[in-house]
Each structure stands twice: as C-alpha cells, then as structure tokens.
C-alpha cells in the first residue's frame, strides 16, 4: 500500500532543515507511516548565526539560510513580493512529487498552505494560479501559528469555506502572530480541530499535543492506528508478564 505523502512547510525565515528539528513532534508522531517532504521556500532573505534549543547539542551554534515564501511590502499598498515565484514552485513539486494527501503549515508555511488549498479547489477565480498543475484537492491541513494572506486582491481565497479537515495550533502567547489572527483563519473552515496551548510561536513538543496531532492523523494514515494498536497491545501483554511474575 502506497503510503500517504504530507508537503511541510516551514515559517518565514526559517528552511525545510531548521523545520525538520522544529517539527520533531509532529515526525515522532508520524514516523515510517507517511512520506514527508520538506520543501524549501524559493525567497532568501539572507543568513543569521543561531544557537537555538532545537538543536541537540545546544552549545554549538549552526549557519541557517533564512528562507521565505513572500515577502510582506506594507506602504501604500499591501504586497506579497515573490509569491508568483513561490506558487511556480509549488506547481512543479505537486506535479513531480505529489500527490501529496496533507500539508503541514507553520506560520507563514501555514497561510502558504491555505493559498494552496484554495487555489487547487477553485483554481480560475483570481489573480493567483498554480498553472495547469493536474493535482486532486488537499484531504486534511495541520497548521501551526496561521494568519491569512492580508492583501485586498487575495481576499477571494477566503469566500468559499474550506471543507477539508483541519487542526489548528494555537500559542495563547504567540507574540509573533496574535492568536485573533489565527482565530479569524479558523473561521474559515466548516468544522477545524483547535488545540490552544500555553505558549508562543512554535509546534508545541510536549506529549498532549502528540496524542492530538495522533488522533486527527489517524482520520487520514491508516497505518498510524495499526502501530498505535501494536504498541497497545505490546503494553499490555508487558503489563501482564509484570503480573504474572509478581504473582
């Protein structure tokens, strides 16, 4: 059986690496059950020296690419700067690696996901295109940290509801995106999977956000129930043995 691909994209300033170790939860949670692709945003907005507690060893600092999908131009008017290049990119992976059954999104990868979404569903109602990309609709998102794409002529992506199956991720103290914001992003969707956690602008690691991200998965990557019925049935036979040999 063909195992069910998920398209990752990672935030503003970060790359499909720094991603990897920053959604180590959602990888745990996943494992061998899905193909994972980890895609690079096309726009570089330069490299920084950071030491960060997502990696292993934390007293050694790595040189990260920043990345991104769009550039943010407030002035007089509002403008994604490179999303036309973003969304050419987008067209080619979906066609030479896809299909890809899920996204996972975080922050600006998050919006970047619903731009994808709408598009692949009403694909001639705008400015933006995917081209003659030849791909079925996206079955579920896992969003971390979403905000819509705020520029007037792109508010169109957001008049039909989105009927996939959705969990959102939300830091109650996310001081990079407002949790309103997000909140206006849920409300977007017919019927999405909230998880609020005490926190900031990132994938929470701990291990409810685990068993929620599992259980929404499950929807969707048959195979996470199987393992996740094998590890059950491994506690108990475990539990058992402890029984009998105390007993």
Not at 77 to 102: C, H
Not at 145 to 170: D, W
Request: charged letters at 20%; proline letters at 6%.
């Amino acid at each position: 059986m063909t195992k069910p691909k998920i398209l990752c994209l990672h935030g503003f300033g970060e790359n499909a690496e720094l991603f990897k170790i920053r959604s180590r939860n959602f990888r745990a949670v996943v494992g061998d059950t899905a193909d994972l692709v980890f895609l690079d945003g096309p726009i570089d907005i330069g490299s920084l020296h950071m030491t960060t507690g997502d990696l292993v060893d934390e007293s050694i600092a790595r040189e990260f690419t920043n990345l991104g999908w769009w550039w943010m131009r407030r002035g007089r008017s509002f403008e994604a700067r490179g999303i036309g290049k973003t969304l050419d990119l987008i067209s080619k992976v979906l066609t030479e690696q896809g299909p890809f059954d899920g996204i996972l999104g975080f922050s600006q990868g998050a919006s970047l996901a619903i731009v994808i979404s709408a598009l692949l569903a009403n694909p001639s109602d705008g400015p933006l295109s995917l081209g003659d990309v030849d791909h079925p609709q996206i079955k579920f998102l896992v969003l971390a940290g979403a905000f819509q794409l705020e520029v007037p002529e792109y508010e169109y992506l957001y008049k039909q509801p989105f009927t996939m199956p959705s969990l959102h991720m939300v830091g109650t103290y996310d001081t990079v995106v407002d949790p309103e914001r997000s909140k206006i992003v849920q409300g977007y969707f017919d019927s999405p999977d909230i998880f609020e956690f005490v926190g900031g602008h990132f994938i929470p690691q701990s291990p409810k956000c685990a068993r929620v991200m599992r259980a929404f998965l499950t929807q969707f990557i048959p195979a996470l129930k199987d393992s996740q019925n094998v590890q059950s049935a491994t506690s108990t036979d475990v539990a058992a043995g402890a029984v009998a040999v105390s007993a």
